[in-house]
């Protein structure tokens, strides 16, 4: 019996932390709040198409949403730094909660809404999420230990593609239903949901002593957090590597272009190539019980990274579109795996007083890489091909990670089990 269930525990996700009071509030409120602000990101477009009847106002409203997500991305960090971070996210998740609120309101308005509003209110969301998110990594040593830090990165981000995959569709349904309301009230229920878990939560101060919180410490706390980045090599080049991924093979440019020429013959194939990154990454979240023992966490993203790549010159290649979803899959996985751990190196490398800022800037690199992937992508396709676009920038990223290891050992050899937290 005990031999049949040992596969099972290396495979299957480690649930470890959620025996943890804690976490587990931590982990719920996580899983309230990404359901909803998926839907949103879905809401949010279809209704700014259906007030201007212009695409070019629908990529307006992502800088909209983006340049908030940026800058208290970054005072985030530094805030989360400053005071109890129990408190931060009580604040942002109540502030959150009150938008996504005003949102839905704002979707009852006579002739569908009004555009300035929605563009402010998705604005003061974006920032109240920045803002949120950074104290929710940050807390997560604290709450399980060194050991549990991975396992619990992957719980959190297995939850995430879940909702990525879910909250679309649901969105879709609501607003095909003609209730765009609700699709906006269900993101403010899940942040009011996440407050009443955190209520729950212990103090958790940052690691050093707290002041009263003033705009200029939280800019100067920026400051120093790029400063002290520059002298950390590791950390550093978590952030590297993600960018090479994003900027050179991030796809979803083209999906549109795809659907429309070389997969036009194939039902829903938007749908499918929208979706198959998170698939792979979903499957992979569920599977990745061994993720969470990785004590060469950097040379395993290295190789993870790699594994994007190469996923992506297939996809480039694909000449059907199940062949495509499945590299774009294979990609996702490797995504997940490079995820997972590089949030892991950083809550692991930085000291408990950094862990904040290190965060945010994370959070703006994962905002940043792939809207600076889907500019190079979609002008090296219009300029040449599909096929060149995504192979060339799949080829650039295994380049890249294997001269990351060659010129900076100490990312190559970081150990999980060397560190001190």
Do not use: H, K
Not at 52 to 67: E, F, K, N, Q
Not at 233 to 261: H, N, R, Y
């Amino acid at each position: 019996m005990s031999g049949g269930s040992t596969p099972r525990r290396s495979w299957a996700i480690d649930t470890t932390p959620l025996r943890n009071p804690a976490y587990r509030r931590l982990f719920w409120g996580v899983a309230a709040t990404m359901l909803g602000q998926q839907m949103t990101l879905v809401a949010v477009p279809f209704q700014v198409y259906l007030l201007t009847g212009d695409s070019l106002m629908v990529g307006v409203t992502s800088i909209v949403a983006l340049v908030p997500l940026v800058v208290f991305g970054l005072l985030g960090g530094a805030i989360a730094d400053s005071m109890d971070r129990r408190r931060l996210m009580l604040v942002t998740s109540v502030g959150a909660a009150a938008t996504s609120a005003l949102l839905a309101v704002q979707a009852l308005f006579p002739g569908d809404g009004n555009l300035a509003v929605l563009w402010v209110l998705t604005a003061c969301v974006s920032a109240f999420a920045a803002v949120n998110q950074p104290a929710r990594s940050a807390v997560i040593p604290a709450l399980v230990g060194p050991a549990g830090v991975s396992a619990a990165n992957a719980l959190s981000m297995t939850v995430r593609q879940a909702a990525v995959i879910v909250g679309p569709l649901l969105a879709g349904v609501l607003i095909g239903a003609g209730e765009l309301f609700l699709a906006y009230a269900i993101d403010a229920l899940g942040f009011l949901a996440a407050a009443v878990l955190l209520r729950g939560l212990p103090p958790l101060p940052p690691g050093r002593d707290v002041g009263p919180l003033r705009l200029g410490a939280a800019i100067r706390g920026v400051g120093e957090g790029f400063v002290f980045l520059r002298t950390q090599p590791v950390l550093l080049m978590t952030f590297v590597v993600d960018i090479v991924a994003m900027c050179f093979a991030w796809p979803q440019a083209v999906f549109p272009e795809l659907s429309e020429t070389r997969f036009t013959d194939s039902p829903n194939a938007l749908g499918w190539l929208f979706a198959g990154v998170s698939i792979g990454a979903l499957l992979m979240g569920l599977t990745s019980g061994w993720v969470s023992r990785v004590d060469r966490q950097g040379a395993v993203v290295l190789a993870a990274i790699a594994v994007w790549g190469v996923a992506i010159v297939g996809f480039g290649w694909a000449q059907s579109l199940w062949l495509a979803v499945l590299c774009l899959a294979v990609a996702g996985a490797g995504d997940m795996v490079s995820a997972v751990l590089r949030s892991s190196m950083l809550q692991l490398a930085a000291p408990e007083e950094m862990r904040g800022r290190m965060q945010g800037v994370f959070i703006v690199v994962v905002a940043g890489g792939p809207r600076l992937g889907d500019l190079r992508a979609g002008a090296l396709a219009s300029a040449a091909s599909v096929s060149v676009a995504m192979v060339s920038g799949g080829v650039v990223v295994v380049v890249a990670m294997a001269l990351v290891a060659v010129l900076v050992p100490s990312f190559w050899l970081f150990r999980a089990s060397r560190t001190a937290v």
